[in-house]
């Protein structure tokens, strides 16, 4: 996935509503159709799309942020920033390491800031001088990608988004989102837990610790005669063969 990350400990960044604005004025529609030549998912939800505890591409296509045209969410964006203190927007620093997804999800995001007066200066570091910096926390906005190896809630809305984790290099905090990943980590109900999910996925909607800008796409081939074998959702699981065969 490629998202943007606002570190949620400086200004303007600590402010809800102004990473409400950027969560509302990204079109992950034209995102997916630019980044690496449109081999992407719009970065619709905080679920891997086609998990069972995602939401349907109807219901998130409904929500702000993801409805099409973008006038609406704009025009919600700006009263957002104006309610903050930046009518006019602001000057960021936009950090990406080189790599071909983070640079290009930076360059497309920073032409979207444009659009609410947000005067960005994309900053490319190599990859291990922009991992110490972000990890750190030194930085202000990152274009960031990266993707889960399981798309399983504990490790995804876990690892990216409860307090501490690992990989929650914003440092968002919210008290109700981490009881909340507790209660659908304990239940045994997978009805119940879908409904848990739901909840922290509004949150996560409302809050914007990290704003998806689109999901990875990928291919898989294979001859008919190889029997048994289908890809999996994650491109990092379910490459071992042991109950393959080939059918001649």
Do not use: C
Not at 48 to 76: C, H, N, W, Y
Not at 90 to 104: A, G, H, M, Q, R
Not at 178 to 200: N, P
């Amino acid at each position: 996935m490629v998202g943007l990350i606002p570190n949620t400990k400086v200004q303007p960044w600590n402010d809800a509503r102004v990473r409400q604005a950027l969560n509302l004025l990204i079109d992950r529609e034209a995102a997916a159709k630019v980044i690496r030549g449109g081999g992407f998912y719009p970065g619709y939800g905080y679920n891997v799309p086609g998990s069972p505890f995602a939401r349907t591409e109807t219901e998130l296509k409904a929500m702000p942020g993801f409805r099409m045209p973008k006038d609406q969410d704009i025009g919600e964006a700006k009263r957002l920033l104006a309610e903050a203190g930046y009518p006019n927007g602001f000057k960021v620093t936009l950090l990406t390491p080189t790599n071909i997804y983070s640079k290009e999800g930076a360059e497309f995001s920073n032409s979207e800031l444009s659009k609410l007066g947000i005067v960005g200066t994309i900053q490319v570091l190599e990859m291990a001088v922009a991992k110490d910096r972000v990890f750190k926390g030194a930085f202000e906005l990152t274009a960031w990608s990266e993707g889960p190896s399981l798309d399983e809630p504990d490790l995804i809305l876990g690892g990216y988004y409860l307090t501490g984790a690992p990989q929650n290099y914003g440092g968002w905090s919210n008290k109700q989102f981490d009881e909340l990943y507790v209660a659908q980590s304990q239940t045994s109900d997978s009805a119940k837990r879908k409904e848990i999910i739901g909840e922290m996925e509004r949150i996560l909607h409302k809050e914007a610790p990290r704003i998806l800008i689109t999901w990875g796409k990928y291919w898989a081939v294979w001859w008919s005669e190889v029997a048994n074998w289908a890809p999996h959702r994650s491109v990092k699981r379910n490459h071992q063969f042991r109950d393959v065969w080939l059918a001649r």
